[in-house]
C-alpha cells in the first residue's frame, strides 16, 4: 500500500505543479479516484491527507477536495523583522502597493485603544498590498493597515512606500521601536477587501495586531496585518526552560 500511495501522490502533485489541475480545481471524488488509480479509498485517503497537511490541498467537509494556493511561510521573523527582509531571507523580492495614506481623526475604538489616544484625535493611515514579486499571479500575501501618532506620521506622509519599505523610512527618520506585542486570531473580511487579496468572501484570514512603542513605552504605531490562512504558515519555536 505504501508504494501506491507515494504513486497517487506523485501524480497527484505533478498534475498541480504543470498547471493541469489550477488553484481551485475540486478533485474527483474518492470513489472515482480509486477506480482510476485501482486501490483502496484508505489508500486513497492516506495520499490526499499528506497533500493536504503540506497545504497543496484543502478539504471542505461535505463539499470534497480543492487545490489550494501555495503557502509562503513556514517559518518566520515578522515578529521582530522587515517584510521585505523576510521575503528576501527566501531569496524572495517584496512588491508593495500603496492603497492609502493620509491623515485622518480616529473614529474607531479599536484603532483608539491601539494607539492609546482619544477618540477624534489626529492619526495618519497607511494602508498596503504587500507581494512577492516572483509569486505574484498568487496574489498579495497581506495586506497591512498601520496607524501612527500625528508626529510621528507627519514624518513619513511625503514617503515613497512603493520603493522603500517601513523598516527603511524609520531607520532612515531615526524613528525608533524598541518593543512590540503582536495578538493572532483568524477572522473574515469584507467582500471589498478579499477582492484586494484575490480571495473568496468565505475564506478565513489570520489577523495579527501589533502595538509598536519606544523606549519609553510609547505607541508609535499599530498595525493589523491580514494574511489568507491557505496563503500563509507560521512555525514558532518555543526554547524549553
Known amino acids: 500500500m505504501t508504494k501506491r500511495y507515494l504513486e497517487i501522490r506523485r501524480t497527484v502533485e505533478k498534475k498541480i505543479e504543470c498547471g493541469e489541475w489550477a488553484v481551485g480545481y475540486k478533485l474527483p471524488r474518492e470513489v472515482d479516484l480509486c477506480r482510476e488509480f485501482d486501490v483502496s479509498r484508505t489508500t486513497i485517503r492516506r495520499a490526499l491527507a499528506a497533500l493536504t497537511e503540506e497545504g497543496k490541498l484543502k478539504r471542505i467537509k ?22 521585505a527582509e523576510e521575503l528576501r531571507s527566501r531569496g524572495l523580492t517584496c512588491k508593495t502597493e500603496v492603497l492609502e495614506l493620509r491623515k485622518l481623526r480616529v473614529r474607531d475604538e479599536r484603532v483608539a485603544e491601539g494607539l492609546g489616544v482619544p477618540i477624534g484625535a489626529s492619526a495618519v493611515k497607511l494602508k498596503r498590498l504587500r507581494y512577492s514579486a516572483e509569486e505574484g499571479e498568487h496574489g498579495p500575501i497581506t495586506l497591512t ?18 520603493k522603500f519599505s517601513l523598516y527603511q523610512v524609520r531607520k532612515s527618520r531615526r524613528i525608533e521601536r524598541a518593543q512590540s506585542t503582536t495578538t493572532i486570531s483568524a477572522t473574515h473580511l469584507s467582500p471589498r477587501e478579499c477582492r484586494w487579496l484575490s480571495a473568496n468572501e468565505n475564506d478565513l484570514f489570520f489577523l495579527m495586531t501589533s502595538r509598536v512603542c519606544d523606549k519609553d ?5 499599530y498595525c493589523e496585518n491580514y494574511y489568507p490562512i491557505d496563503r500563509n504558515v507560521f512555525t514558532f519555536t518555543v526554547a524549553s526552560e
Open 62 to 83: 461535505g463539499t470534497g477536495s480543492f487545490v489550494s494556493r501555495p503557502q509562503v511561510f513556514e517559518k518566520t521573523t515578522l515578529f521582530t523583522y522587515s517584510f
Open 145 to 162: 493597515t498601520s496607524y501612527f501618532p500625528e508626529d510621528i506620521g507627519a514624518q513619513i506622509l511625503d514617503c515613497d512606500f512603493e
Open 217 to 221: 513605552g510609547r505607541v508609535i504605531e
